[in-house]
């Protein structure tokens, strides 16, 4: 793939199902909520959504630990969208496991499932699943070897510290013809930038905070690695989060108290100051929250995508307890107004320049 901005972007929304608030502004149960997302992949099927991720937590504020079950049921809902993770938490899994669960979810949704793997930014599954995170690194590094060699390779030879060995080992169901599309998530480290590339997979830049120009460096050196490591250069995607409303205050007043929670709970655990509305309007305005009317967020994608020359835009469009109305909302300006929009921008630019 040539080193341009593409009229061809994938373009999708994720979720971590987050506990929700219900109409008497009560918190909803974890299963109704699971239910609620089901609703919203169907929902984003039927407005044109590209992709729809699911994050996998271990959490009392998000309900998706075991996102490829929410994704089968899915698969049995939907007919276009395709289907993938935001992310697995590859460190605290059996490669294994996780290669048979994508497999069997890419058999029964004909091809449309997608793997994006990464340590997660939260470390509940470590002590959950019996992993220390002093191994933090040597436990992604090896399980991210032995996944990549499970998805080409019909026949795995394999050894290393974090998994039984593997000699000719064969794994069921088999992919097909087609293989499987594999992301990884990435945050923003250059060593891990390097690693996609060596594994031969696809980078997915999270880019949760700041100007997104400042991930410039880590595309270039994406390409400069592809040249060095004699590798074909692949997608690259950036997941953001977002809300998408009527008109910029709507979405913009909508989203604030939602935000302030989450951001608010999550900062205190990690010794962050307080999270102001000033801070929030700021990041809106000049950051990675694309937040606004459909044109709005529309304009600030397509800037997005220029600027760091993707293929691919994933919008987490759940902050918070919002409400599941809310969302379906949200959606369905993303898929039937936000992306014919996108399209049109990059389509623009694209006859400009020839």
């Known amino acids: 793939m040539d080193h341009h901005v593409s009229t061809n972007v994938s373009i999708g929304l994720d979720t971590f199902g987050d506990v929700s608030r219900g109409a008497d502004g009560q918190l ?62 590859l460190s605290s899994d059996d490669p294994v496991r996780v290669f048979q669960r994508f497999s069997t979810l890419n058999a029964l949704s004909n091809g449309r499932a997608e793997a994006i793997l990464g340590r997660g930014s939260f470390t509940e599954s470590y002590a959950l699943f019996g992993y220390d995170l002093q191994d933090y690194e040597r436990l992604f590094e090896e399980k991210l070897d032995l996944f990549a060699r499970l998805v080409r390779e019909p026949e795995v030879t394999w050894k290393g510290e974090t998994h039984a060995p593997l000699t000719r080992q064969r794994v069921y169901p088999p992919l097909g013809p087609q293989g499987l599309t594999t992301w990884v998530g990435v945050g923003g480290s250059p060593e891990s930038v390097v690693r996609v590339v ?35 250069a692949r997608p690259i995607g950036v997941h953001s989060p977002g809300f998408v409303a009527a008109t910029d205050e709507a979405a913009r007043e909508a989203l604030w108290p939602h935000y302030r929670d989450m951001f608010g709970r999550i900062g205190r655990e990690r010794g962050w100051p307080p999270v102001t ?71 623009t630019d694209r006859a400009a320049a020839e």
């Open 277 to 347: 509305k000033d801070r929030y309007l700021a990041e809106v305005e000049h950051g990675s929250l694309y937040v606004g009317s459909p044109e709005t967020v529309a304009r600030k994608i397509a800037a997005t995508v220029r600027a760091l020359k993707i293929q691919r835009f994933d919008m987490k469009y759940s902050t918070g307890p919002q409400p599941h109305g809310d969302l379906l909302d949200c959606i369905t300006l993303y898929g039937e107004k936000v992306i014919p929009m996108v399209r049109d921008l990059l389509a």
């Open 28 to 89: 909803k149960p974890m299963d109704q909520v699971l239910r609620d997302v089901v609703e919203q992949g169907v929902v984003a099927d039927q407005a044109g959504v590209d992709f729809i991720g699911l994050g996998e937590h271990h959490r009392d504020d998000f309900t998706i630990s075991a996102p490829e079950i929410v994704l089968a049921t899915l698969a049995g809902r939907t007919s276009h969208i395709r289907l993938g993770t935001a992310v697995t938490v």
């Open 198 to 232: 060596r594994q031969d997979l696809q980078l997915m830049l999270a880019i949760i905070g700041g100007d997104p120009r400042r991930f410039v460096p880590y595309v270039d050196l994406y390409h400069r690695a592809v040249a060095q490591l004699e590798r074909s």
